[in-house]
């Protein structure tokens, strides 16, 4: 059972880019499924998630209005849609499922990908 987060990459600031992360099993698209990040000497923060419908999603106040996280479960992914992105959005990010589709920033995701790097230059 494994998630694969790929799509990250080098943009300028003002820049967009699409993380997408493509879960192994079928199943995945009844979990719960987030985006966290990590910055460098920081701790991995929340970021947004998306129920296993897609209706219902949540975002950390520092990317509402920018990111919209959206998701395929006819093809197991997820995704992340990053726009208008600034410098101190420079971060590894990872994404993680949730079988109790509790959701949130909380402890409760199960499964995560490896993440991908994301790096906004000024």
């Known amino acids: 059972v494994q998630l694969q987060a790929y799509g990250g990459g080098l943009v300028q600031a003002g820049g967009s880019l699409r993380l997408s992360c493509a879960a192994s099993e079928r199943s995945f698209s009844d979990y719960t499924k987030a985006w966290f990040r990590q910055a460098p000497g920081n701790e991995r923060e929340f970021v947004a998630d998306i129920n296993m419908s897609g209706l219902g999603t949540s975002y950390a106040n520092s990317v509402k209005g920018r990111f919209t996280i959206s998701r395929d479960n006819s093809k197991n992914t997820v995704y992340l849609q990053m726009n208008s992105l600034k410098p101190e959005d420079t971060a590894v990010y990872y994404c993680?499922?949730?079988?109790?589709?509790?959701?949130?920033?909380?402890?409760?995701?199960?499964?995560w990908g490896q993440g991908t790097l994301v790096t906004v230059s000024s």
């Open positions: 993680a499922a949730d079988s109790l589709a509790i959701g949130g920033s909380g402890p409760t995701y199960d499964y």
